[in-house]
């Protein structure tokens, strides 16, 4: 198959290595002219531009781009596809995007691998990213069922697992689990950092350890993904965030109050909840 791949950073850059390895042929369209050299002079693709007409040849197109350059792009790919390209993402938010693009191209199928990592750019793509990861996909009503087929198996071709929900569902989790842990756990850095005492942030900084080592990793991370996420997904990460500020408020008036039955109670409920979200059956 003929797989167009917009956007040659972590993530596009990573599917076109596994998908070309697995036999299909790879167009590459990027940014900057020196990705396209790298990305062709790497075997990461058979060809490579920055200009859009390439994909008219393609028979699946993948958004890769930052969320910021879909629309913008979608504005100038569309002429060069014909009807039965079938098109979709791999953005990490979806609403927006299956509002936006469905409309406008019948086959458009919205998804999600749920992999990363810290690196960006196509230095940063690797071999196996996807291997084992959730891959969601959120196709509407009026998504046709071969467009759905087509992306599905590419995904399963990944060895990822294909997941299908709503677009706006998946915004709202990916919120909870993804978006509002990285506010938080920069809240807790901001937070530490406003000790009044000179003394005890420093004590605090040489004692901190492998809890705070957890706890505060997503939010030492690349700034411009927490605005990403806050900025593309905002209704959900606000209403996520009220969540928490309500849960800490509660726990915080257990600790006031010494209610120490209550708080024990609220973390024994937190200790058996947790395994459903980190080690799911
Ligand atoms: P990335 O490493 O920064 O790659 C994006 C690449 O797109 C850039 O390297 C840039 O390449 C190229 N680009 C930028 N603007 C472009 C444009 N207008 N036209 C064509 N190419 C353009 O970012 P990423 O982490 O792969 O993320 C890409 C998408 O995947 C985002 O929509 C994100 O939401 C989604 N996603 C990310 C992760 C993650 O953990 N990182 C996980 C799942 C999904 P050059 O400038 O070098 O040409």
């Known amino acids: 198959m003929k797989i167009g791949i917009v956007g040659l950073g972590l993530i596009g850059g990573s599917l076109a290595i596994d998908w070309r ?28 531009s920055c200009d859009l007409a390439l994909m008219a040849e393609a028979e699946v197109v993948v958004l890769c781009t930052p969320l910021g350059a879909f629309l913008p792009t979608v504005d100038q790919l569309l ?81 990822a697992q294909v997941y299908q929900c709503d677009p706006q569902d998946h915004d709202r989790a990916v919120a909870w689990i993804s978006h509002l842990p990285v506010m938080v756990s920069a809240s807790l850095i901001a937070s530490c950092m406003d000790e009044e005492s000179a003394t005890v942030r420093s004590l605090a900084q040489t004692l901190a350890s492998s809890g705070f080592r957890d706890t505060s990793r997503v939010g030492g991370g690349n700034p411009e993904l927490g605005v990403m996420m806050a900025r593309y997904n905002q209704a959900a990460v606000v209403r996520s965030l009220q969540g928490y500020r309500q849960q800490l408020d509660a726990i915080l008036q257990t600790i006031e109050t010494s209610d120490w039955d209550s708080l024990e109670t609220l973390l024994g409920q937190t200790q058996r909840d947790r395994p459903a979200f980190v080690d799911p059956v």
Request: charged share 15%; with cysteine.
């Open 21 to 48: 390895s697995l036999g299909h042929t790879i167009l590459g369209v990027s940014r900057r002219p020196s990705t396209c050299e790298a990305a062709i002079a790497r075997g990461i693709v058979d060809q490579a």
């Open 79 to 159: 002429p060069h596809l014909s009807p039965e390209t079938i098109v979709t993402d791999v953005g990490s938010v979806k609403g927006w995007v299956v509002e936006a693009i469905a409309p406008r191209w019948e086959n458009f199928v919205g998804g999600h691998p749920m992999a990363g990592t810290a690196e960006s750019g196509l230095d940063a793509a690797l071999t196996g990213l996807f291997q084992n990861c959730i891959y969601a996909i959120t196709p509407t009503a009026q998504t046709p069922i071969r467009a759905v087929e087509v992306v599905t198996q590419l995904a399963r071709s990944l060895q």
